[in-house]
């Protein structure tokens, strides 16, 4: 059990980075393209080794399987939202950036 | 861990009003409305810190997700207006004073400053008057409401509370939100959406995919009340989003709901709330006396149809008017056999 524990505790650690760096994009990339790009990427891994650590270390079957629910949820709410904010903005047609 | 969570709850506080602060302040409208989003967001997890689910869940569902979509609604409409009314941009308005030259730009008026401040601290010392004067309770509530709980007829302290020892305020509540969808309703039509205009293929795919779940999830809401977080509110709040994606996404089936239906589904809740109250009293009881024996099914049905009115209220109020009739439906199809119809009657 403190095997699994320990496990679980290492996964919510990987995760956590990927929402920093998720922020962090958030923050610093140039247009609303990467942005989105940044924001539902970082997320969508970050949340599912913050959830696959928080299963390992859960007690009862069914929080697991809430879990899991949550992720799907989050992971179909995130990217519809995305590509839909992501086709808004085209549609106002902002140009996406480029380096040159 | 508790050290972890204390400064997380410290954090927590001062974010809390920075936001507001920053909300209030900001001239930017779509970003003072993003702000209070994320201002509703913190403060159900602030309501979680404070082992208060069923206001955290309130709190995300109706306090930041509806009220966040009523006020991007809002503010789509005023940006309609704005090409005419310009009057509304209030950073706009102070970048031109900002541009005049120093004699014509607004003065401060200083008395006005010493008035302002003046009424503050009296009403800011009425306020700690009448804070000192209030007798303290002689004992709390929390024990009282325990001690009772064998005859409320429900195992959720909150249920209990909201649908039994304080029913009347909960009744007033919903009559409250039912007088806001009136309000609306007889201000204004709600604004059409050109039939033509269909969803993409994701949104219709999401719509497809969420709203079964979610009216699932409200009913699990509403059930769930009786014994631990959730309820009529939480239900219903959940149903109006999916009410809010329907609107959204323009399906077809919204706009062919009989108004008829829409007003009974309206006034289901506050109807079936107040008959239930009245026929307490004539049960024998006072008024929303429940009998002992039968008070979890009469919450349960209460709560029910709440949930429902709650649900329909909100997604009307988000629609932003009352539904056409299907007469005036076929009347904007063929606007010239309107003009005929009111010619003959002219006639």
Redesign the interface.
């Known amino acids: 059990m403190a095997f699994l524990h320990n496990l679980g505790t290492i996964c919510i650690l990987i995760g956590i980075p990927f929402f920093v760096s998720g922020t962090i994009g958030l923050l610093r990339f140039p247009d609303i393209y990467t942005r989105l790009h940044a924001l539902t990427k970082a997320d969508n891994v970050g949340l599912g080794f913050v959830v696959l650590g928080l299963a390992l270390q859960a007690e009862q079957w069914n929080t697991v399987a809430r879990l899991l629910l949550i992720w799907l949820?989050v992971l179909?709410?995130s990217s519809?939202s995305c590509?839909?904010v992501a086709?808004a903005a085209l549609r106002k047609k902002i140009q996406p950036w480029s380096r040159s | 861990m508790t050290d972890a969570m204390g400064i997380f709850d410290i954090m927590l506080a001062l974010v809390l009003p920075w936001l507001g602060w920053r909300l209030l302040a900001s001239p930017n409208l779509f970003r003072a409305v993003v702000l209070f989003i994320s201002l509703g967001l913190l403060m159900s997890l602030a309501w979680v810190r404070l082992h208060a689910p069923d206001v955290a869940l309130a709190e995300a569902a109706i306090g930041a997700g509806l009220t966040g979509a009523l006020f991007l609604s809002a503010l789509r409409r005023l940006e309609r207006l704005r090409d005419s009314e310009r009057r509304l941009d209030y950073a706009e308005k102070r970048e031109e004073e900002q541009n005049l030259p120093p004699e014509k730009r607004r003065k401060s008026k200083p008395v006005a400053y010493v008035l302002a401040l003046f009424l503050l601290s009296v009403f800011l010392l009425l306020l700690g008057g009448a804070l000192l004067k209030t007798p303290v309770a002689p004992g709390r509530l929390g024990p009282a409401v325990a001690g009772q709980m064998g005859q409320s007829g429900v195992q959720s302290r909150v249920t209990a509370v909201l649908l039994n020892f304080r029913g009347y305020d909960t009744l007033l509540e919903v009559m409250v939100l039912f007088l806001a969808a009136l309000g609306v309703w007889s201000l204004t039509r709600v604004r059409q959406t050109p039939q033509e205009k269909v969803p993409g293929p994701v949104l219709a795919t999401l719509v497809r995919l969420l709203v079964p779940l979610m009216i699932t999830v409200a009913g699990y809401l509403v059930w769930i009340g009786s014994s631990r977080a959730g309820g009529a509110f939480q239900g219903g709040a959940v149903l109006a989003a999916a009410g809010v994606l329907l609107l959204l996404a323009n399906v077809t089936v919204v706009r062919q709901i009989p108004s008829t239906l829409l007003r009974w589904a309206l006034v289901l809740g506050p109807l079936l709330f107040l008959l239930s109250a009245v026929a307490c009293m004539s049960i024998g009881g006072n008024l929303l006396e429940y009998p002992r024996q039968s008070a979890g099914s009469w919450i349960l049905l209460i709560e029910s149809a709440t949930a429902v009115s709650i649900g329909v209220t909100l997604a009307a109020l988000y629609a932003g008017g009352r539904p056409h009739e299907p007469a005036a439906r076929e009347a904007i199809v063929d606007k010239s056999a309107d003009t005929k119809v009111k010619n003959g009657e002219g006639a």
């Open positions: 949820l179909v709410a519809a590509h839909l086709r």
